[in-house]
């Protein structure tokens, strides 16, 4: 069974630029969930999607947006790049369910520079 | 509100050494789900078990082991003869059964170093 997918492995933009990442889920699951890993403030959830809907919501700017396809690959967009928005962004799977474990992909390195 | 703590940020060890990783959390939840995942340096995070708030049960998996203990709030992780390739950042998380959805809260992490 193919992981979670995350694409691209690596990025550098600039600020005030966006950008876009993109998240496969494991065959079958339909919940999605972005997460922002820094130094300083370790692992912090973004958003969950499930079905094409967002269903949860962490506390993020609105810069911070996303959304999932009907076949529950979902994509992340960030506006208006911050240095602080540097991070390592995972996605995880899972079915959605309360208490299921989520699976991590290897995520996507965002630089600003 | 739901709240997790890892009080050790690094530990460092020497090889084929016991090493207990503690995690502490908070909720209001009667029903709640725990979790414990390894970040090796490659970055993505690998689930390495669940425990349900019913089941208090420890649980072995090969030199991994889990002690739940619900009156102390605390869901330590016991690894067994260390080796090298268990070096990695080690994250307990909780999700809440309450909360519609995933919502997972990590602690801050603890840096295992196993040196051979």
């Known amino acids: 069974k193919a992981g979670v997918t995350q694409t691209p492995r690596y990025l550098i933009k600039t600020r005030g630029q966006q950008v876009t990442l993109s998240c496969s889920p494991i065959?079958?699951?339909?919940?999605v969930s972005w997460y922002q890993q820094t130094p300083g403030q370790g692992l912090q959830f973004l958003f969950e999607y499930f079905s094409e809907t967002q269903r949860n919501k962490g506390n993020f700017p609105g810069r911070f947006s996303g959304r999932q396809f009907s076949n529950s690959r979902s994509e992340m967009n960030v506006s208006t790049l911050e240095l602080g928005d540097s991070a390592l962004y995972l996605c995880?799977?899972?079915?959605?369910?309360?208490?299921?474990?989520?699976?991590f992909g290897d995520g996507t390195r965002l630089s600003i520079l | 509100a739901q709240k997790v703590t890892q009080a050790q940020t690094e530990i460092s060890v020497v090889e084929k050494e016991d090493v207990t990783l503690d995690c502490v959390y908070e909720?209001?939840?009667?029903?709640?789900?725990l979790f414990w995942y390894k970040q090796p340096p490659s970055g993505e995070l690998v689930f390495l078990i669940r425990?349900?708030?019913?089941?208090?049960q420890n649980e072995i998996s090969g030199r991994y082991s889990w002690n739940f203990q619900k009156s102390t709030s605390s869901f330590n992780f016991t690894i067994t003869a260390s080796q090298v390739v268990d070096s990695a950042v080690y994250f307990c998380a909780l999700s809440e059964a309450e909360n519609y959805g995933q919502n997972f809260v990590f602690g801050p992490g603890t840096r295992l170093s196993v040196l051979p």
């Open positions: 995880a799977s899972s079915s959605g369910q309360a208490g299921q474990p989520q699976h």
């Open positions: 065959s079958g699951h339909r919940s």
């Open positions: 425990r349900n708030s019913f089941d208090e």
């Open positions: 909720t209001r939840d009667t029903t709640y789900y």
